[in-house]
């Protein structure tokens, strides 16, 4: 299936690129972007979030998007027959805005192939730990009972695997030796919203080109 809308690229990036972020938590990421294109404008940014999806009711990233004025949607799995139909659902409401680029900024979901025609190659995922080293939903407690001295964040372009697509920007973060996962996931968090924000900024204001494995960005 054709693409809603064409990805930027080099020689015509949207300006400003529409984003639909998706979140599962407390969107503290989705929060980041927020406050740099408030910051910044979305001209000057290069980006705007036209709407925030969610797989799930009742969480903090819902509310920073309302309290900043954005529409949101949620498609939760237990709502339909399987998860083909699921993955429909939120390929169909990403659509109904447009974007040039989704940014899933904690969304704890893996998409699928319906989603994957409309949106791949535009799709953009920051994961809690330096890919290839740690994929899934426990990156951060994966690689603290590795007994890893460094791990980090990724932001990558998803494809059809868990946390397996072409690696944009990825950040380090020193593992101390009385981190819990949760201090170690805070100090991850810090690094990764600076990384996702200066990211989606650049693919956006300058526009990119996937060649296999390396993203280009011009
Ligand atoms: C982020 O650390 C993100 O990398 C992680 O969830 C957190 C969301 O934080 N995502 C994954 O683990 C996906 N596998 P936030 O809701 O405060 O932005």
């Not at 599962?24 to 408030?38: F, M, P, Y």
């Not at 009711?57 to 819902?62: C, K, S």
């Not at 101390?176 to 991850?188: F, K, T």
Request: proline share 6%.
């Amino acid at each position: 299936m054709a693409p809603a809308s064409p990805p930027p690229h080099p020689d015509s990036p949207a300006s400003p690129a529409r984003l639909v972020v998706l979140v599962s938590g407390s969107g503290t990421n989705l929060q980041a972007l927020l406050d740099a294109i408030a910051d910044e404008g979305a001209a000057g940014y290069g980006a705007e979030i036209v709407a925030v999806g969610a797989d799930r009711a009742d969480i903090a990233g819902l509310g920073r998007a309302e309290r900043a004025g954005l529409p949101t949607f949620v498609c939760r799995v237990k709502d339909y027959a399987d998860r083909a139909a699921w993955d429909r659902a939120l390929a169909e409401a990403t659509a109904r805005y447009a974007p040039d680029l989704v940014i899933s900024a904690g969304f704890m979901k893996i998409v699928g192939a319906e989603f994957l025609a409309r949106f791949g190659g535009r799709t953009v995922n920051t994961h809690p730990a330096l890919l290839p080293s740690f994929p899934g939903a426990h990156g951060v407690r994966d690689a603290l009972a590795y007994g890893a001295k460094v791990t980090g964040c990724t932001v990558h372009f998803v494809d059809d695997g868990v946390d397996t697509g072409p690696i944009i920007a990825q950040g380090v973060v020193e593992i101390r030796d009385e981190d819990d996962e949760s201090a170690l996931h805070e100090r991850i968090k810090e690094v990764e919203r600076t990384l996702l924000v200066e990211v989606v900024g650049r693919l956006a204001r300058h526009g990119y080109r996937i060649e296999g494995r390396k993203v280009r960005i011009s």
